[in-house]
């Protein structure tokens, strides 16, 4: 079994006074993107960035004085994949402004950021700060549109949220001595309790960003998650459920550019998907697709090639050789 560590320190202590500022614009341009820095405090500047990877998901912790960070659209010329950034303050506010929305983030919250727009991103104090840094593909397959998030806020001090900040904690203090596999497994774990956040919280329903249309349209996504392991699970079901037309439901689909059908199964391959990639998962590749709603196998397996390009049990061949 292949073991690694995969983790970077960049420390203002590590560079001579007069290069504080320029060393630290290096470190965030290598483990975010390149931004713009203002910095708060004259020449005085004291910062430490640790940074660990776990498979395409990677997490830092930041802690430096007062700073404003500018991400312009010079900046977004070379980037070719979108990427977002979960920012969770630790101690003090953070500001952060795009696309026309301007929030402050205090501790207990945690707070979404779209790489692939010009922002602003500010705090007037010394603070630390966990930030995860996720791929839009790797978000995308666990938390359907995803951009619809940017600037939005969620609670991190009880219940999942609780959870998701515990374990993005955890996953990095005991970091050492994992397989490369065992790394990325942890970040996909990330991603998944981050996608339970964002599900359980209701006031995602309520804020400016989200319409009438979006607050429907995000009920019927999170009882559709919510059931995937019921075969009867049917549009009917989820209509009745969120209390709408099944019309109307089907017309909210239509507008995503898909039909309701076609999103559960997305969501049952995605979750097998997981599943079989998973080193820990014992379960047979039928166990795993009835367990999901699927009542044929065969048909399953078809699904999973059309939308993977390999078969089940290749995927699984995959993610066990990887970890021998």
């Not at 940074?51 to 312009?72: E, F, I, K």
């Not at 109307?248 to 039909?259: P, Q, S, V």
């Amino acid at each position: 079994m292949e073991v690694v560590t995969l983790r970077a320190t960049y420390s203002s202590a590590q560079t001579a006074r007069d290069r504080t500022r320029s060393f630290w614009e290096e470190a965030v341009a290598a483990v975010y993107f390149p931004l713009e820095l203002q910095f708060e405090n004259g020449r005085e500047f004291a910062g430490k960035l640790d940074t660990w990877s776990l498979g395409q998901v990677s997490v830092s912790r930041n802690v430096s004085d007062g700073l404003l960070y500018r991400r312009h659209a010079r900046h977004l010329a070379a980037e070719r994949e979108e990427s977002f950034l979960i920012t969770i303050p630790e101690r003090n506010e953070i500001r952060f402004s795009q696309a026309g929305q301007e929030v402050r983030c205090r501790p207990g919250a945690c707070l979404v950021e779209r790489s692939h727009l010009p922002y602003e991103f500010s705090h007037r104090d010394p603070t630390s700060l966990w930030v995860l840094k996720i791929p839009n593909a790797q978000l995308k397959a666990r938390v359907a549109r995803p951009e619809r998030l940017a600037t939005l806020q969620f609670d991190v001090t009880g219940g999942v949220g609780a959870l998701f900040v515990d374990m993005l904690r955890l996953s990095v203090e005991r970091l050492d001595g994992r397989s490369e596999a065992a790394q990325s497994t942890a970040g996909w774990h990330l991603i998944d309790l981050l996608a339970l956040t964002i599900g359980a919280d209701d006031r995602v329903l309520g804020s400016q960003a989200s319409s009438i249309r979006n607050a429907h349209l995000h009920r019927s996504e999170h009882f559709i998650r919510a059931r995937l392991a019921d075969a009867r699970l049917s549009p009917q079901a989820v209509a009745d459920h969120c209390g709408i037309s099944l019309r109307y439901l089907h017309r909210l689909f239509e507008e995503e550019g898909t039909t309701v059908c076609d999103f559960i199964r997305t969501e049952r391959l995605l979750a097998c998907d997981a599943m079989l990639r998973d080193p820990l998962c014992r379960k047979s590749i039928a166990e795993i697709a009835y367990g999901m709603g699927f009542s044929d196998q065969a048909q399953f397996s078809r699904h999973y090639r059309a939308r993977f390009g390999c078969t089940p049990r290749e995927a699984r061949a995959m993610s066990r050789f990887t970890v021998q």
